[in-house]
C-alpha cells in the first residue's frame, strides 16, 4: 500500500513539471535571403496565446530578425551573427517577423489564437 501511495504522489509531483515545458520556435535567417520561423520542421503560422522560447540563429551580418506583434518588438542586430534565445509571452493578434534591411521580401507572419 505504501508502494503505490509513494508512486502515485511520485507521479503528481512530475506532472506539473511535463505540463510546464515551454514550446521552441526556431528563427533563422541568412545565409542567403531567406528568413524563417519553426516549431519542429513545420512552419509556424499558427500558435495559441502564451510563453514560447525563441532561438533565433542569425547566419548572416547582412540580415537581422526582427519580430513585432501585440506587446513584442524584439530583434538581433544587423552587422552581428550568431545565435540569440528569447523568452516571449505571446498575446492574442497577428505577429509579424522581417529582415529590416530586407523587408520587402524577406518576411513572415504567424497569428496567435
Known sequence: MKFIALAVL???LAAPAAFARTPTLNG???PGYTITLK?????VSKLKAGTYIFKISDKSSQHNFHLTGPGVNKKTSVGKT???TWKLKL????YKFVC?????????SFKVT
Open 10 to 12: 511520485a507521479a503528481a
Open 28 to 30: 533563422v535567417d541568412g
Open 39 to 43: 516549431q519542429g520542421t513545420k512552419k
Open 82 to 84: 550568431g545565435t540569440f
Open 91 to 94: 498575446k492574442k493578434g497577428t
Open 100 to 108: 529590416d534591411p530586407h523587408a520587402s521580401f524577406m518576411k513572415g
